[in-house]
């Protein structure tokens, strides 16, 4: 029951992110879903882009972020085509500057990590226009 949509500028690595990972099925109990892009905040070459680049290889992805988000050791695997350069370069383009970044489906920061019953509150803020 999709009410609203937001994109989630996500590390591996970042405690906030790991968090709101842990909360996603209380986002969508909530109408709220949840697409992540990466943004390894270390940059290129980094442990935390390696660990993105394998989530994103992994055979199953879902299994293999809670896994990498819960900090517990990943197959590391780097031979598939990923998107991690083009979102880490999305995310400088619009000016992410930490994670996570979360962007409201109308392209509003909406800003870093919110408990999802005030990210609700905000996504209806947004929608009546105040």
Known sequence: NEKYAVTVFTDIDC?????????????????????????????????????AVSVWCAADQRTAMTSAKNGDAIDMKTDCNNPI????????????SGTPAVIAADGTQIGGYLEPAAML??????DTGR
């Open 85 to 96: 350069e083009s979102d880490y370069e999305l995310g400088q383009k619009i000016g992410v």
């Open 15 to 51: 405690g906030y992110c790991r968090r709101l990972h842990q909360q996603v099925a209380e986002y969508n109990n909530l109408g709220i879903s949840v697409e992540y892009l990466f943004f390894p905040r270390a940059g290129k070459g980094s442990d935390s882009w390696n660990k």
């Open 121 to 126: 509150a905000r996504l209806q803020q947004l």
